[in-house]
């Protein structure tokens, strides 16, 4: 099956008792056993559910994997990744990242004795040079939060193939419309399902998938030992939005595109990310493995700090908001919403700065949010 096909049916045939062409709710906490320890492979919601492995069978098709997993948010499946960490273990990492991952990397597993390098891995030789005997993690987002960079899919998973090391990407931005790790050579791949796979902003999810049986099992017993997993509402909610993901996909990149040359050309605007751009640094590398460049566009208001707070505070459509991936389209400023836990001076060196503006550019009409990027830049 092709895409569109998968995320309608994969893992969801028609209910066989009733008919029913959606897959059922089913608001079970727990099921009858037809003996002790005989069950119909489901003995307990937090371990299994068949609204969710509905919808982790779908995840795992589009993403072209062999074991797909739900947690109750892109958190959850950040952490359920990470607990196969011990004291001593070191990890490398992308430098340009969620706030939230940096956080929970920082503050959470750091006091455990777990070291993190953070290195632009869009340059291979840094990352391959930030390896040690004691890696067991190479961890990147392509498209990055908040600045876009491209990082090499398949030559970081030649790195961590042959050294060993368990290759790690949060494939958000993308999802698997626009591109599939997996299918470059990575070990592991994880959602944040909250944004672009649910597309609705009316849940909070998380997903990982991986090609590997035997990782997937070992991910799936931490799943359920940790029980952070969705409750079946959300699981129906996510799978009603994969269906549309692809028609989502298609017009998020259309007008992701339109916005990013709009401000690229306004006098008020002192940079522009968005690999879509002939200009961009990863616009070659973004062609070659991504089918499309997404909805996400990053840029900097000359004026500082004030000035972006003055765009920012100066649309109608542009809901200022955390989180993306929704239909309707949304304004963060990073240094004071998504990224504050990272600490000013990192943001400093790594380009984050105060002036930046991150739009999860929507569905909506394309004139409609060009108009409100003028007036809202007429404000500055």
Not at 43 to 60: F, G, H, I, Q
Request: proline share 5%; hydrophobic share 40%.
């Amino acid at each position: 099956m092709r895409f569109s096909t998968k995320a309608i049916h994969a893992g969801q045939p028609p209910d066989p008792s009733t008919g029913a062409i959606m897959v059922p709710v089913y608001q079970s906490s727990t099921f009858v056993q037809a003996e002790p320890g005989v069950d119909k492979g489901y003995p307990y919601s937090r371990t299994a559910n068949p609204t969710r492995k509905a919808l982790e069978d779908c995840v795992a098709a589009l993403e072209g994997g062999a074991v797909g997993l739900a947690l109750s948010s892109g958190m959850a499946a950040i952490d359920c990744v990470l607990r196969d960490l011990r004291s001593g273990d070191h990890v490398v990492a992308g430098e340009d990242l969620y706030g939230g991952t940096r956080r929970l990397f920082s503050q959470c597993y750091e006091k455990f004795g777990v070291q993190f390098s953070y290195v632009d891995t869009t340059d291979l030789e840094a990352t391959a040079a930030a390896v040690r005997k004691e890696t067991r993690i190479i961890w990147i987002e392509t498209p990055s939060n908040p600045l876009m960079r491209i990082t090499d899919l398949g030559a970081v998973a030649k790195i961590g193939r042959e050294r060993g090391i368990r290759t790690v990407a949060d494939n958000t931005f993308a999802t698997p419309f626009l591109q599939r790790p997996l299918e470059k050579g990575f070990d592991v791949v994880v959602h944040s399902t909250t944004k672009y796979m649910g597309g609705h902003s009316d849940v909070i999810g998380g997903a990982i998938i991986t090609a590997d049986p035997k990782v997937g099992e070992d991910l799936a017993f931490y799943q359920n030992a940790v029980g952070g997993v969705p409750g079946p509402m959300d699981c129906f909610l996510l799978l009603r939005g994969l269906k549309t993901l692809a028609l989502r996909m298609e017009r998020h990149s259309f007008n992701g595109m339109e916005v990013a040359k709009f401000l690229q050309g306004h006098p008020k605007v002192d940079r522009v990310f968005y690999p879509g751009l002939d200009g961009d640094p990863g616009h070659d590398l973004a062609k070659r493995q991504m089918d499309g460049f997404g909805g996400i566009v990053s840029f900097i208001v000359k004026g500082g700090v004030e000035a972006a707070r003055r765009c920012a505070t100066g649309t109608r459509l542009f809901a200022l908001a955390e989180s993306l991936g929704g239909v309707e389209s949304l304004l963060d400023h990073p240094a004071t919403m998504t990224h504050t836990s990272v600490p000013p001076e990192e943001r400093v060196r790594i380009g984050l700065e105060d002036g930046l503006i991150r739009l999860s550019v929507g569905v909506e009409e394309i004139e409609d949010l060009l108009e409100d990027l003028v007036g809202a830049l007429e404000g500055v």
